[in-house]
């Protein structure tokens, strides 16, 4: 069973800080891993999705990499904001189970200003 | 840009009651699922659907939950008698092609209360 585990649970920086946020899975055969943004009592955002070939992903003040063979992920949130506060949620998909997405439990952020 | 749209946006049941969750897809995918997220807890997979038919549930899909797309729009998901743990948000998505490298994508939810 893929299991999907994120740390830490909750963060708080001050503003303009760069900041790494982690994600473990523990079967490394999968399709895809992709990582969501959820402000409270929202929806899903996508922010980014790096396929099980590539190493990493970028998008503005975003980087997320992939080491599928250690099965971590890393989402680098460049000159944080306040408004970047929010729960990022990390989510694989894995060969051996089915096709759905399994989450991580997500880090909540908070950016002070 | 094509979005999956979920209403309502929030409904109040009450215990044993039936609900009907409804999802709009995004209108060239053929993939559809529903994820709940109880609240304070993870996004957990229920279902997913292709071709008129149920490909895969979770321990969580029992026979309570049915889903079902009645039209070549809507694709619905039914609680034929809610408990008060049903109480969570509902998530949609869909994703268009058999490729399971490709993303699938959410709609806003539903926040369900039953009382």
């Known amino acids: 069973k893929q299991e999907v585990t994120q740390i830490p649970a909750a963060l708080s920086v001050p503003e303009g800080e760069n900041l790494v946020l982690n994600c473990s899975f523990t079967?490394?055969?999968?399709?895809?891993l992709q990582w969501f943004r959820q402000d409270p009592g929202k929806g899903l955002t996508s922010l980014l999705l790096?396929?099980?070939?590539?190493r990493e992903q970028t998008s503005g003040r975003l980087n997320a990499s992939l080491d599928k063979s250690s099965g971590r992920s890393t989402l680098y949130i460049a000159a944080s904001q306040p408004g970047d506060s929010a729960t990022y949620l990390c989510?694989?998909?894995?060969?051996?189970?089915?096709?759905?997405?399994?989450f991580g439990p997500g880090t909540r952020l908070s950016v002070l200003p | 840009e094509p979005e999956v749209t979920q209403t309502p946006s929030h409904q109040v049941t009450q215990m044993g009651q039936e609900v009907i969750l409804r999802c709009v897809p995004i209108?060239?995918?053929?993939?559809f699922y529903w994820y709940r997220q109880i609240l304070g807890q993870k996004v957990e997979f229920l279902v997913s659907?292709?071709?008129?038919?149920?490909?895969?549930k979770s321990e969580i899909f029992d026979d309570q939950f049915s889903v079902e797309r009645p039209d070549g729009s809507n694709f619905t998901l039914k609680i034929r008698s809610t408990k008060l743990e049903d109480s969570a948000m509902y998530f949609c998505?869909?994703?268009?092609?058999?490729?399971?490298?490709?993303?699938?994508?959410f709609g806003p939810g539903t926040r369900l209360l039953v009382l």
């Open positions: 659907f292709y071709n008129n038919e149920i490909s895969e």
């Open positions: 209108s060239n995918h053929l993939y």
């Open positions: 989510a694989v998909m894995s060969r051996n189970y089915g096709q759905n997405f399994v």
């Open positions: 079967d490394s055969a999968i399709y895809n």
């Open positions: 998505a869909s994703r268009t092609s058999a490729f399971k490298g490709e993303t699938q994508y």
């Open positions: 790096i396929q099980s070939s590539q």
